[in-house]
């Protein structure tokens, strides 16, 4: 593993997406980064702008409009940037699945590289969706 | 000349308060977390961001300037560095500098703010114009009182404009904190610090609830590493410098030195603790802050000073 990796891996700033979902996702990351799970232990800070960030949180069924954003969002990124599709719907839409106003799951929009299932996840099992991805990044 | 670049690169210059900066920054975040009843980061935190900044894509926006866009954080470290360079160099051997350099520190610890001011505008989105502009309207708001604030020492030391005169001064006799003028003097520029390393109360420019992240909101990969890297050299040299215009710096000898450093850990908890006990205030509240209390309060220690109080 080189350097920049490991960097990487002990400092990652959060951007966090939302398309159209129910807010129970993010309400969940957001309790995920309060002072009781106190990611900042390893590294994981929520920024503002995309263009700081090394992840991308991604929430909701995205819709057409929200997935035109999403793709721009995700090329406005200084790469290596890395997606991660929290909750059910943006793993696999599940009940929103046959819906004329969806544009489809977050891995058919733009590459997603952990997928955290749940409706909606508990912030134990995003943290550990977290250390998933940071195993999968230092095996490389 | 291969002394002054030493002086420059290595100590006290760019490497040696870069490191300090790193370890200060993350005692600012590790007693952050403490207050906040948490853990917080790992001591090498700050190193892993900057590591991970530098091995990041730069972006230049489509719209923005490139040039100006990419030098201005190198402007920033630039002054910053050499502002630790005078400071050091002074604390260690009084008589090496020039006379007024405290007139050549005041103007480089402003550079930083500019450069923020010119990279923000150089980005060319609408959110960093907004907190470039309201950078611009906090330099103008605190730079008089901060300069009131410095200049109430060179009255009290008979006009001595050289930082090293005020060093010896003050080891002569005693330090200017220790009178009502120097103590006025002192509080205003703790207050000036606190906006001019732009932190809460006075983080209004980048005011990441509002306005993301103001001027730094394009930046990405390696310029973003030198703004945070300067920031976090700001938060070690500006305190520096008010140790050695109010608490008569650091003694090279023995003890002292220990004496010294104590001197400068009492200023970051003050601002450390001031920054989580804070709200953000508006723009205008801090400009009446700043041209109405803070004002009158250093013109108050300047009148003080004149009459030897």
């Given at each position: 593993m080189d350097i920049k990796t490991k960097a990487l891996t002990k400092s990652l700033w959060v951007f966090h997406f939302a398309?159209?979902?129910?807010?129970n996702c993010d309400i969940e990351i957001l309790d995920a980064l309060t002072?009781?799970?106190?990611?900042e232990r390893f590294g994981i800070l929520l920024v503002g702008s995309i263009r700081h960030a090394d992840v991308m949180l991604v929430t909701g069924a995205v819709s057409p409009k929200g997935a035109v954003r999403l793709k721009r969002l995700y090329e406005q990124a200084s790469k290596p940037c890395l997606v991660v599709a929290v909750g059910a719907c943006a793993c696999?839409?599940?009940?929103?699945?046959?819906?004329?106003?969806v544009a489809g799951p977050v891995d058919k929009i733009v590459p997603v590289h952990a997928y955290i299932p749940g409706c909606p996840p508990k912030p134990e099992a995003m943290i550990m969706g977290v250390v998933k991805l940071i195993k999968a990044l230092k095996k490389g | 000349m291969a002394k002054t670049l030493f002086y420059f690169i290595v100590f006290p210059g760019f490497l040696f308060t870069a490191l300090v900066g790193l370890l200060v920054s993350w005692i600012d975040r590790k007693v952050t977390a403490r207050v906040q009843w948490r853990v917080g980061p790992p001591l090498l935190q700050p190193l892993y961001d900057f590591v991970k900044l530098l091995g990041k894509e730069t972006i230049v926006p489509q719209a923005g300037a490139k040039l100006t866009f990419l030098l201005s954080p190198l402007f920033g470290l630039a002054a910053v560095t050499i502002v630790s360079t005078l400071l050091w160099l002074v604390m260690i051997s009084p008589k090496v500098t020039f006379l007024g350099d405290l007139i050549v520190v005041i103007y480089l610890l402003a550079i930083p703010s500019i450069c923020v001011i010119i990279g923000g505008f150089a980005s060319g989105n609408p959110l960093a114009s907004l907190g470039a502009s309201r950078e611009m309207k906090m330099v103008l708001a605190y730079e008089l009182p901060f300069i009131l604030a410095i200049f109430t020492p060179v009255i009290q030391a008979?006009?001595?404009?050289?930082l090293g005169d005020l060093l010896q001064y003050q080891w002569a006799n005693?330090?200017?904190?220790?009178s009502w003028s120097g103590l006025i003097a002192f509080v205003v520029a703790i207050i000036c610090m606190q906006a001019k390393l732009a932190l809460?109360?006075?983080d209004i420019p980048e005011a990441e609830t509002e306005?993301?992240?103001?001027?730094?909101?394009?930046y990405s990969g390696v310029p973003l590493a030198l703004y945070k890297l300067t920031r976090w050299m700001m938060l070690f040299v500006v305190p520096m410098f008010l140790v050695i215009m109010?608490?008569?710096?650091?003694?090279?000898s023995g003890w002292h030195i220990l004496w010294g450093i104590l001197k400068y850990v009492l200023l970051l908890v003050i601002i450390i603790l001031m920054r989580n006990t804070n709200p953000r205030l508006r723009i205008d509240q801090a400009i009446k802050f700043f041209w109405g209390p803070m004002t009158i309060l250093a013109v108050v220690g300047v009148i003080l000073a004149f009459l030897g109080l």
């Open positions: 398309s159209a979902p129910c807010n002072p009781r799970f106190d990611l696999s839409m599940t009940m929103f699945r046959d819906s004329y106003n | 008979q006009g001595a404009i050289r005693s330090i200017f904190l220790n809460v109360p006075f306005i993301i992240a103001g001027p730094y909101i394009e109010f608490m008569g710096g650091i003694v090279f």
